[in-house]
């Protein structure tokens, strides 16, 4: 059989398998040793294929689509340090527990460690980073070899959409010539489909959890990150027949939709009221269910470590649940859908009472909170005030993330909030912006400070392939802000030169490279006449400039006074 004919029968059976264990979209970068692959993503129909010329940022544009969607997302490059670009984003959806389906073409066996160009060692080069990996073997005319892929492809598929998520990784050498036929079908498959397991909370399980909602009078719910898509309304209804308050992170998306009959349980302030030592000698719980990750609060997990209730339940699907304050007294290796089923009417109990009336108190002062010149905390409260319903807001870490679990207040406007909370790095946030901006279609904001803008500006040229509808707002304080609410803001001695790292730029050049709407805001009253602007092109950059020492100072009056007025039980 004619070479040409063999491979693109290779490729063709490979998109093939990829779509039919779920895969709707594939992102691209150019690259000679891919090109058989990149032709048959691009010539499939039904397979949406997206481009970014940058590895690194094309990873974590995939990374923003399987986050936003749910649903395994495809990347494809050539061989060598292409290859190595991919590993930061790899490394996030690992730890975020995000489906990523990684494809890395290869020389072919003769070509590698022998000093060929472009080529390196790839095999299982993501490390424990990955679930799967395999070297696939070269086309070739073989029934067997057919067999292989459509088995493997499915198996990585399987591997990656099983719980924990995350991502796998296929090595596919390509020997040249590597051109293919358009025209050639794609082969029919010899693996048909796979069937998932079904995962249920077994009745031993689900009578002691009842015994244990039942005997609680100090219980206390914790809501980290979940998976898009939760059952809002599951989950309050469970949340209101207990009773018990329910301390919402961020990005969990339980402070967004929230039914007004459920709002007090929402506990939104829980951060600021845990740097109260007072309170939180009052507020130790008996029984705490978390659900998700370990939020983003560090007085929370402070609080916690230190109380150790007697009984501490993660609700996680994956076996290696996350614990990583070393408190877990039980785990329920079950989906979140699973316990919300279990419904226990309970009345409301002094503590809820607690929890709920300093929750108040501590919104009464946020929401008369001025800000100071320099300050960031209020800008990112303006913004999340403005903010439409049928939104979305993407975080950057370090103060953004933190700036926004003080000041995005409970909501029954449709928000959802993304970050990147695997391994919390400020690498890729703008690429990640952008692929959850495309997957779900609406109008999205990112809230990252200069440094991290710095890290992806790469990120930005998937502007020049697609369409998108991307607001950027960027916390210039010329460094790294929340090295400043670190001991080492404490020392003078190298604190610019190692951690303040001022560069002095600003980014007007760069958003006129990429013709975006641009505007340079200094107050309060400049950056509400910006929100309130038509928003004229897809993409915009709104660049707020804030000094770090004002913010910090700012930042610690704001709490003290949520814990002065606590303490005086006002």
């Not at 705490?288 to 209730?309: A, W």
């Not at 279990?342 to 800000?371: C, F, H, Q, R």
């Not at 670190?486 to 190298?494: E, F, I, K």
Request: net charge negative; aromatic share 8%.
């Amino acid at each position: 059989m004619d070479n040409r004919i063999v491979l693109t029968d290779y490729v063709r059976r490979m998109t093939g398998a990829l779509m039919n264990a779920g895969v709707t979209a594939a992102v691209v970068s150019p690259g000679s040793r891919s090109t058989p692959l990149a032709y048959a993503f691009a010539s499939t129909d039904g397979l949406d294929v997206y481009r970014q010329i940058d590895e690194r940022s094309a990873a974590y544009f995939a990374l923003g689509l399987a986050k936003a969607s749910g649903q395994p997302v495809v990347l494809l490059c050539t061989s060598g340090t292409a290859a190595s670009n991919y590993h930061p984003a790899i490394t996030e959806a690992y730890y975020a527990r995000v489906p990523l389906i990684v494809i890395t073409a290869d020389r072919p066996h003769e070509l590698r460690e022998v000093g060929a160009p472009q080529a390196i060692d790839q095999i299982r080069m993501y490390g424990e980073h990955v679930k799967y990996s395999v070297d696939m073997p070269l086309a070739e005319n073989n029934p067997d070899m057919n067999d292989f892929i459509d088995r493997h492809v499915s198996r990585a598929m399987s591997v990656a959409t099983t719980a924990p998520h995350g991502p796998i990784h296929l090595n596919v050498p390509f020997r040249e010539p590597l051109l293919i036929d358009f025209d050639r079908e794609t082969p029919t498959s010899t693996f048909s489909k796979r069937f998932a397991g079904v995962n249920a909370l077994d009745p031993a399980t689900a009578k002691w959890m009842m015994e244990i909602l039942s005997g609680s009078d100090k219980g206390l719910i914790v809501a980290g990150e979940m998976p898009v898509g939760l059952d809002k309304q599951a989950f309050w209804r469970f949340a209101e027949a207990l009773q018990w308050p329910v301390l919402c992170d961020p990005i969990s998306n339980l402070r967004s939709e929230v039914p007004e009959h459920c709002a007090t349980l929402c506990i939104d302030h829980y951060d600021a009221l845990l740097k109260s030592v007072a309170f939180g000698d009052e507020a130790i719980p008996d029984t705490v269910i978390r659900f998700g990750t370990q939020p983003v609060s560090k007085p929370l997990s402070l609080f916690l470590k230190k109380v150790r209730p007697s009984t501490f339940i993660a609700v996680d699907e994956s076996p290696e649940f996350r614990d990583s304050l070393g408190i877990v007294t039980h785990h329920i290796q079950t989906s979140v859908e699973n316990i919300l089923q279990l419904m226990i009417e309970k009345p409301i109990t002094s503590y809820t009472e607690l929890w709920t009336a300093a929750n108040d108190m501590a919104s009464a002062v946020t929401n008369s909170y001025k800000g100071v010149a320099g300050d960031e905390g209020i800008f990112i409260k303006k913004l999340v005030e403005f903010l439409p319903t049928g939104s979305d807001l993407v975080s950057g870490s370090s103060m953004p993330i933190r700036d926004i679990d003080t000041f995005f207040r409970k909501t029954t406007k449709d928000i959802t909030l993304f970050a990147n909370r695997g391994t919390n790095g400020i690498d890729g946030v703008v690429s990640t912006a952008l692929g959850i901006q495309i997957a779900r279609q609406r109008p999205t904001w990112l809230y990252i400070g200069d440094l991290s803008f710095l890290h992806d500006v790469n990120g930005l040229i998937v502007s020049r392939f697609h369409d998108m509808d991307l607001t950027i707002v960027i916390m210039n304080n010329d460094g790294g802000g929340i090295f400043s609410y670190l001991p080492q803001g404490g020392v003078s001695n190298h604190f610019e030169e190692l951690f303040g790292t001022p560069t002095g730029l600003t980014f007007n050049h760069i958003a006129a490279m990429y013709d975006a709407q641009y505007a340079t805001v200094k107050t309060v009253e400049e950056f509400e006449a910006e929100l309130a602007r038509v928003k004229d092109k897809p993409l915009r950059i709104i660049e707020v400039f804030s000094d770090r020492q004002v913010n910090v100072k700012a930042h610690r009056e704001l709490w003290a006074c949520i814990t002065e007025r606590l303490e005086r039980n006002e």
